[in-house]
């Protein structure tokens, strides 16, 4: 404690207030503070952008942007580095793993939040924590055993015999390894965020709004729909927003059941080869390859550019969202 501080304490045994300079200068210290490391994310993104863009040059110069973005053909042994499999292998688990994941979630956490006893929410609100606490890898053991065995045995069949006519639903695959087991693998691995986030939010509402609509003779059901989701839908999207970037870059449970091979997805039976399992099973090998390095760099840039632009375009949503509540 300073002396100026040391003087501003009475004999009496009671503290004074700190003068009004010496709260000014505190106010503008914890300012600076927290401004500081506010900026360290934004630091640390654009170091990790600039890295891989220094070690993704020497095939950024080679080969022209839209060659490795559009580019269809893997095969580094022949010079060949088309991204585009594994954009679009990555585009396809997260987005059936989303939709496979938000409408339960929005359910249980509606139960949740109106309907469920105090003491089934104390329950259920560790069991999630403990779920979402899981590593990876568990949940692609588990895909691996489990959910690879169900899509072939049972999935698979049924959508042959009953949808096999809808393109995006023919079995091509008879294996069970492909989108829709990671895509069921990180639904499950993204459930946990995705009901916590809605609940907390959905737990905001004043409970006098919920009185008001049941006063005038609305329902529960009604209520909810009506006043509770309206008034929280910008809290939902951030919800899935979080849940979708989680999926963007999972790596280890997908790679275990999506079936690794770098072709153009046109069924949700078919394998597929996100970037994080490209990156994660070959950096580190055949860098003996020329550019083989770089592009597997390059791929990582790529990753991060579609995450920045998912992000980035989520928080203009919500933003609108926000703008009409």
Request: with cysteine; glycine share 6%.
């Amino acid at each position: 404690m300073s002396e100026i501080e040391l003087t501003q304490i009475k004999t009496e045994g009671r503290l004074s207030r700190p003068s009004t300079p010496s709260r000014a200068r505190t106010n503008r210290a914890a300012q600076r503070t927290f401004f500081i490391i506010t900026l360290v994310p934004v630091v640390l993104i654009i170091i990790v952008a600039t890295a891989l863009v220094v070690r993704a040059y020497p095939i950024l110069n080679s080969y022209s942007f839209s060659e490795l973005l559009f580019g269809d053909i893997w095969r580094p042994n022949d010079g060949q580095f088309g991204f585009l499999p594994f954009i679009l292998g990555t585009l396809w688990v997260t987005t059936v793993g989303v939709l496979l994941a938000v409408p339960p979630c929005l359910l249980v956490s509606v139960y949740l939040a109106e309907y469920a006893h105090n003491r089934l929410r104390t329950i259920a609100k560790p069991i999630l924590d403990v779920l979402a606490a899981i590593p990876p890898v568990v949940y692609g053991v588990w895909g691996l055993l489990s959910i690879v065995p169900f899509v072939d045995d049972v999935l698979a069949p049924l959508s042959e015999r009953w949808l096999g006519s809808i393109p995006f639903l023919a079995v091509t695959q008879p294996t069970g390894f492909g989108i829709l087991a990671g895509g069921i693998v990180l639904a499950v691995m993204i459930a946990p965020l995705i009901i916590s986030v809605i609940f907390e939010v959905l737990s905001t509402v004043p409970n006098d709004l919920r009185h008001a609509a049941l006063a005038v003779g609305a329902t529960q059901w009604q209520t909810i729909r009506t006043i509770v989701l309206p008034q929280v839908l910008p809290g939902i999207v951030a919800a899935i927003v979080l849940g979708a970037s989680r999926a963007l870059g999972e790596t280890i449970a997908v790679l275990m059941v999506v079936g690794n091979v770098p072709q153009i997805p046109t069924s949700v039976f078919d394998t597929a080869y996100p970037l994080p399992a490209l990156i994660a099973n070959n950096y580190g090998e055949m860098m003996s390859i020329p550019l083989y390095d770089a592009a597997l760099l390059g791929a990582a840039l790529v990753l991060l550019v579609v995450i920045l632009i998912f992000n980035i375009l989520s928080t203009l949503v919500l933003q609108r969202f926000l703008r009409r509540s």
